[in-house]
């Protein structure tokens, strides 16, 4: 976006804004938002412009407030998430922002709750958490690790809810039960 001006920028807030599907990255939209907070004088005014909050604004800046690394790959759309970008910009730490930027891109959810998962568990990787759990694990207790993709995690979820039992004791339930089937009588 070499050339901006004020028709053109805005056509380009409204059809990214107003929609749920945006066609143009978080950075591009976040250089269209500072060229009319430069034009209008403040988000404020721009906010009464484009019909949205200050705060909201605000939010599509941040983006300028991360590494230059993940600039990138905002732009490339790897992160392509107004919430991921706030999380990112509120842990300070330039480090641990790059860190939890490259597990982010390389999630199959791109859900804000999973990206803070990944913070609250030591940033660990999945192998590495495999690993250490395999390692912790006590004598004689056996743990069976099952990598289950969003739509078969909703339905034990579900079902263990339904059952008003653990997710862990349900799948433990199916899993006694096929093997029964397997046991002679």
Do not use: H, W
């Amino acid at each position: 976006m070499d050339e901006l001006n004020e028709n053109l920028t805005l056509s380009l807030i409204f059809a990214n804004t107003k929609k749920k599907k945006r066609k143009i990255d978080l950075l591009t939209l976040g250089k269209c938002f500072q060229f009319l907070i430069k034009l209008y004088g403040n988000r404020k005014e721009l906010a009464k412009k484009v019909d949205l909050s200050p705060e909201m604004i605000r939010q599509f800046l941040l983006v300028f407030n991360l590494p230059q690394e993940i600039q990138k790959e905002v732009e490339l759309r790897s992160i392509d998430s107004v919430d991921i970008i706030r999380y990112l910009v509120s842990l300070k730490d330039p480090s641990k922002q790059i860190n939890i930027a490259n597990m982010a891109k390389n999630l199959p959810s791109k859900d804000i709750r999973d990206i803070i998962r990944l913070t609250d568990n030591n940033l660990l990787s999945e192998t590495e958490a495999k690993t250490k759990l395999i390692e912790a694990k006590p004598k004689k207790l056996n743990i069976f690790i099952i990598d289950l993709d969003d739509e078969l995690n909703r339905i034990v979820i579900k079902e263990s809810k339904r059952l008003k039992i653990k997710p862990g004791e349900y799948i433990k339930r199916l899993v006694v039960e096929k093997l029964n089937e397997k046991i002679p009588a």
